[in-house]
């Protein structure tokens, strides 16, 4: 199996803020890395798919980055609605998921 | 607008086995354009990929599942299912079903998830 490492596992941060979470295969996934954000009660929404496309909708304050085995995950500017959870996941071999990382609020 | 919608038995005892089925609407599953998975995630804890299936059958599992599982597709309601074998408490978890069109795309759209709790 291909092991997906997030960190920081928790960041407190501010509004305005530029934040960067980082996320490590166990081995290379080429492009295969999407992240997802989640806020309490509900489902996962995509944010980024193939390490660094935006999904439809999905603000231009984020941005994704890497290939192979690091991969990061940046808020340029903290929003109120951006504290949730965040999750990367490889699609590369059977699909496995980061252990998240909580945005709080400083 | 694609929606998927979970339904089963919330409660489920030890030894027996969970069943869902996941109900999709704005889309069809027999497409064939993606796979249409499942996703659990246990009570303050991060989510957990349980497999997937595509239009022809074809399945891909967790291993660490793969013994327990079960997912088929019914194409003529436009459902797809999960059976899990033996449930313990762990297996205790909001699960969810979702769309995943595969390769290098994510998984775009959710259920809203159903919690399944294993007690006797």
């Known amino acids: 199996d291909i092991q997906m490492t997030q960190s920081p596992s928790s960041l407190s941060a501010s509004v305005g803020d530029r934040v960067t979470i980082t996320c490590r295969a166990s081995?290379?996934?080429?492009?295969?890395l999407n992240w997802y954000q989640q806020k309490p009660g509900k489902a996962p929404e995509l944010l980024i798919y193939?390490?660094?496309t935006l999904q439809s909708g999905v603000p231009s304050r984020f941005s994704g980055s890497g290939s192979g085995t690091a991969f990061t995950l940046t808020i340029s500017s903290l929003q109120p609605e951006d504290f949730a959870t965040y999750y990367c996941?490889?699609?590369?071999?059977?699909?496995?998921f980061g252990q998240g990382t909580r945005l709080e609020i400083k | 607008q694609v929606q998927l919608q979970e339904s089963g038995p919330g409660l489920v005892k030890p030894s027996q086995t969970l069943s869902l089925t996941c109900t999709v609407s704005?889309?069809?599953?027999?497409?064939?354009?993606?796979?249409w998975s499942w996703i659990r995630q246990p009570a303050g804890k991060g989510l957990e990929w349980i497999g997937r299936?595509?239009?022809?059958?074809?399945?891909n599992y967790n291993p660490s599942l793969k013994s327990r599982v079960t997912i088929s597709v019914d194409t003529s309601k436009n459902q797809f299912s999960l059976k899990l074998s033996s449930v313990t408490a762990a297996d205790t978890a909001v699960y969810y079903c979702?769309?995943?069109?595969?390769?290098?795309?994510?998984?775009?759209?959710w259920g809203q998830g159903t919690l399944v709790t294993v007690s006797s």
């Open positions: 979702a769309r995943d069109p595969g390769y290098t795309n994510g998984i775009d759209y």
């Open positions: 704005g889309d069809s599953i027999s497409s064939g354009s993606s796979y």
């Open positions: 299936i595509y239009t022809n059958g074809n399945t």
């Open positions: 081995q290379s996934i080429s492009s295969y």
């Open positions: 193939a390490a660094s």
């Open positions: 996941q490889q699609t590369y071999s059977t699909l496995t």
